[in-house]
């Protein structure tokens, strides 16, 4: 079946640092990914999409690249704060779906240490 | 805008219970998701709808009802509640087409015991 993979365990970092987390995809090729930030107590909130045929996009301190070799995305937070703090969730298009359906995985906590 | 709104926030219901989780979206957006998100996980699907009198299942139907009469509201019904439905449950919606990000509700937490 589809799937999208994230490291559950917790990534704790130092202020300053650059966090990378990882999201593989397997059993299918999606058309892009998309990242969300959640919070505690919060719905996601969407930071950035990437498209299979993209290698790399940025938004500020933020930066995904895809790899469709690797079946792979990377997301960078570059100067990480304390205020990055927060689960990242990774959505990959389901299959050639045109509703717009995602299929996400578990999350990556990121604790950034002050 | 309010963007997508949910209610109730929080809600306990006994076994065999019914109740009706509910979303409105105000930014005329045509696709919209219901999923469910237990602690330590990602999100499921649940069911989807791609306009007014549209909707599909998604990866974890069972249990759960959904309708789309307008483009703004789409409420999710749990008709017997049961203790594996306790999770917290989020509306998202979509313009779609290639305007794909989601906008997520604050979420509603639901404790069936």
């Known amino acids: 079946s589809q799937k999208i993979e994230q490291n559950s365990e917790a990534l704790n970092i130092q202020e300053g640092k650059t966090a990378t987390l990882t999201c593989n995809y397997t059993?299918?090729?999606?058309?892009?990914l998309q990242w969300y930030r959640q919070d505690p107590g919060r719905g996601p909130v969407f930071l950035l999409l990437?498209?299979?045929?993209?290698k790399e996009k940025r938004k500020e301190r933020l930066k995904v690249t895809f790899d469709t070799t690797l079946k792979q995305s990377l997301f960078h937070i570059t100067a990480s704060q304390p205020a990055d703090s927060a689960t990242y969730l990774c959505?990959?298009?389901?299959?050639?779906?045109?509703?717009?359906?995602?299929?996400f995985g578990q999350g990556t906590t990121l604790q950034v240490k002050p | 805008n309010a963007g997508v709104t949910q209610t109730p926030k929080f809600r306990i219901l006994k076994i065999g219970q019914s109740m009706t989780l509910q979303c409105t979206q105000d930014?005329?957006?045509?696709?919209m998701y219901w999923y469910r998100q237990d602690p330590g996980m990602g999100l499921k699907l649940i069911y989807y709808?791609?306009?007014?009198?549209?909707?599909d299942k998604g990866e974890v139907p069972n249990g759960y009802n959904v309708s789309r009469s307008t483009t703004e509201d789409f409420p999710l019904r749990l008709e017997l509640a049961a203790p594996s439905q306790t999770s917290v449950y989020f509306c998202?919606?979509?313009?779609?087409?290639?305007?794909?990000?989601?906008?997520f509700g604050p979420g509603t937490r639901l404790l069936v015991l």
């Open positions: 998202a919606s979509s313009y779609g087409a290639e305007q794909e990000t989601q906008y």
């Open positions: 059993n299918y090729s999606p058309a892009y």
């Open positions: 990437i498209r299979e045929n993209e």
């Open positions: 959505g990959g298009l389901e299959g050639s779906s045109n509703t717009g359906k995602l299929i």
């Open positions: 930014m005329n957006h045509n696709y």
């Open positions: 709808s791609v306009g007014a009198g549209i909707t």
